[in-house]
T-cell receptor, first 112, second 114 residues
């Protein structure tokens, strides 16, 4: 199973502030994904990233969100101006050898 | 787009009993169906998966069945143990257009009483 780490594990921020969530896959991967899980709800797709560009995004992924691989290793999700409803667990995932997606440990974002 | 329905939302069983979780999907192009187990505060972890060219797959106490015609698939856990207690998510994935984005069900909270 591919290893994926995420930092920070918990981020507390004030409404309107920018946050950057980081994902570091241990081995080389081409496909990256961000998902969101509001407490007690299902996992929701945000965006997929392939070959250093967005390949697909959901309705949730509006102009407040952006992704990039700034140094070819880290994969980041930026929320420009956080809202209360952005409070959730954010999971990074990578695609394995088959169609399976493997999730990182997640970042709990709390917007106050 | 794909729509995945999952039932029940909560399932309570006694240790040693079997548990069955059912999912339906809407997109006939979906061809890969993973099941994830999520313990409280942790990441979803793949426990078993099945492809559309297979009707059943088993791994020790866990099995998954797929009925492509009816567009439903099920997770079966036999001889349940307290450590099986978790939220289980089904998902359906279509590789159409090169996308491998799974659509998740709403989850089933399985509680196994010792």
């Amino acid at each position: 199973e591919p290893e994926v780490t995420q930092t920070p594990s918990h981020q507390v921020t004030q409404m309107g502030q920018e946050v950057i969530l980081r994902c570091v896959p241990i081995s080389n991967h081409l496909y990256f994904y961000w998902y969101r899980q509001i407490l007690g709800q299902k996992v929701e797709f945000l965006v997929s990233f392939y070959n250093n560009e967005i390949s697909e995004k959901s309705e949730i992924f509006d102009d407040q969100f952006s992704v990039e691989r700034p140094d070819g290793s880290n994969f980041t999700l930026k929320i420009r101006s956080t809202k209360l409803e952005d409070s959730a667990m954010y999971f990074c995932a990578v695609k394995g050898g088959t169609d399976t997606q493997y999730f990182g440990p997640g970042t709990r974002l709390t917007v106050l | 787009g794909e729509n995945v329905e999952q039932h029940p939302s909560t399932l309570s069983v006694q240790e040693g009993d079997s548990a069955v979780i059912k999912c339906t999907y809407s997109d006939s192009a979906s061809n890969y169906f993973p099941w994830y187990k999520q313990e409280l505060g942790k990441r979803p972890q793949l426990i078993i998966d099945i492809r559309s060219n297979v009707g059943e797959k088993k791994d020790q106490r866990i099995a998954v069945t797929l009925n492509k015609t009816a567009k439903h698939f099920s997770l079966h856990i036999t001889e349940t143990q307290p450590e099986d207690s978790a939220v289980y998510f089904c998902a359906a994935t279509s590789a159409s257009g090169g996308s491998y984005i799974p659509t998740f069900g709403r989850g089933t909270s399985l509680i196994v009483h010792p």
